[in-house]
């Protein structure tokens, strides 16, 4: 991967439905070469997928937060297909120390984040904070290139 496939690749993480053309500009290439990149990227496993960023509450979601679940080894099995089946779990990672998962879920008020809570509690013990901001929203990845390089 070379700098100019870096610069792509920010370039996407800031705004993947740059149009092609204004993307080839900005790293000083043609389309048909920009895109063979985009593609070779994607073939190698690198761009996974292109994301839209919701704003959730004018969805109606105004309670985020995060949950910490100890789950014991053996209920893994069963923890999995639930939690995928959860539409408000906006992510669920497995994690070292005391809790062996960590959620992010957003809810509409608190009494459905308790509901949800209640059934976590089946698999484990709970610990929960929710959210009041968040200063650093979601930015993507660091590809090692300088903001001064994307203008060259």
Do not use: W
């Not at 290439?29 to 839209?52: C, D, F, M, N, Q």
């Not at 949950?67 to 959860?86: H, M, R, T």
């Amino acid at each position: 991967m070379d700098k100019i496939d870096k610069k792509i690749i920010t370039l996407l993480q800031e705004d993947a439905r740059m149009p092609l053309k204004v993307l080839a500009e900005k790293v000083f290439l043609s389309s048909p070469a920009v895109s063979a990149r985009i593609e070779r990227l994607e073939k190698a496993g690198i761009i996974t997928g292109y994301t839209t960023k919701i704003n959730q509450l004018a969805l109606g979601y105004h309670i985020t937060a995060f949950i910490n679940l100890e789950v014991s080894p053996a209920q893994k099995a069963e923890f999995y297909p639930f939690i995928k089946g959860c539409k408000n779990v906006i992510e669920c990672n497995c994690v070292t120390g005391t809790y062996s998962m960590l959620l992010k879920v957003a809810f509409a008020s608190t009494m459905q984040l308790d509901t949800f809570i209640g059934q976590l509690q089946k698999y484990g013990r709970t610990s929960t904070q929710i959210v009041f901001s968040t200063p650093v929203e979601n930015r993507g990845i660091d590809v090692g290139i300088e903001s001064d390089d994307l203008n060259d």
